[in-house]
């Protein structure tokens, strides 16, 4: 199985501690543990951000990283060894685990914190934190301060700054190293399986779940833990509602299904799209709507390349949609007068793609001072075009209502252009058919 070493969690933080002030402090809280209903939880996961520092699995933990602290400048704060609650919900890794396998300079028991971390905290001029995604942790946080402040009479130096460790650890986060880009290439490989796995599968006369079910067991298979979003399949005109996830409706003849879904591996996401045929044969009008997105995202793909903007691949497929609506008779008038007025988004509605990495709608500025952001190796990202024709809209002919398709791939940014981590899954019309008909033969 694929993962980030232990040696690239420290070039992290060290990457982190070089960028912050001299005499300061960064304080960084685990993912809360999420209710799903009375006394049962959901499947944990990992704050990204902290995650992304420690590679550290466990809730009740928090991250301090002091630059040039004598006794060492990584501490982590973690729950201690307990055999009875160890009996009950698995090994925890405790203050030894948290040095010798996690790599802290220092760990101490969470129960401790109200003791240590103001002591930890006072005589540095600077105090970086997630303000604001924490309100729970902010409240904490502004205790301990308080505690300094109240013995400022005594000679305490509380700090004098608050910033936010957004911008520094966010803007690391969206270069991707070449460790990163292999465990996003094998959630890649999993998810482009089951994909497949769904196309062959795919029947009149299933549900929607049926597919979902194909998909789950790829992903689990693959030795993914968990999807890295909640899977859309969604057939007929279900395809045109963009975030549908009901995913219980009659797979029919005639339909097509787009299968919006991915897994995560070692917390990273993967975020594929694909849309066919129930029965496994296009009709004349979903072919023509199929191939047009396809056309745009090639050319999204071409306009992904080091020094170009991250708006050129979605201008890029606004151009080959609005020309090709007009060329179907879906829209009226000039390309260019189109384009301006936007008339495109009755049937294109969303931009053509989102950074993608631990969040599977990833961290970082698609702005940068106002303007565009130039796009650079290492830089990870979905290109997503779509069609959606709602099946009451009545200013198209009758035969194109209920036809939604998306579909999406994952990049990376190379010197040249960009690798397409996503590629394993059949895209053009003739390749789906064969795939379906094939799977069809064998079954029978």
Known sequence: MTHIPKAEYSRRRKA???QMEPNSIAILPAAAVAIRNRDVEHVYRQDSDFQYLSGFPEPQAVIVLMPGREHGEYILFCRERNAERELWDGLRAGQEGAIREYGADDAFPITDIDDILPGLIE???RVYSAMGSNPEFDRHLMDWINVIRSKAHLGAQPPNEFVALDHLLHDMRLYK???????MREAARISAQAHIRAMQASRPGLHEYSLEAELDYEFRKGGAKMPAYGSIVAAGRNSCILHYQQNDALLKDGDLVLIDAGCEIDCYASDITRTWPVNGRFSPEQKAIYELVLASQEAAFAEIAPNKHWNQAHEATVRVITAGLVKLGLLQGEVDE???SEAY???YMHRAGHWLGMDVHDVGEYKVGGEWRVLEVGMALTVEPGIYIAADNQNVAKKWRGIGVRIEDDVV?????CEILTSGVP???AEIEALMAQARTHAA
Request: hydrophobic share 50%.
């Open 413 to 417: 940014v190379t010197r040249s252009g």
């Open 16 to 18: 982190l501690m070089a």
């Open 345 to 347: 988004k009755a049937f």
């Open 177 to 183: 190293s070449a460790a990163e880009v292999k465990v």
């Open 338 to 340: 189109l384009i301006a």
């Open 427 to 429: 895209k053009t019309v």
């Open 123 to 125: 005589g540095r001029d």
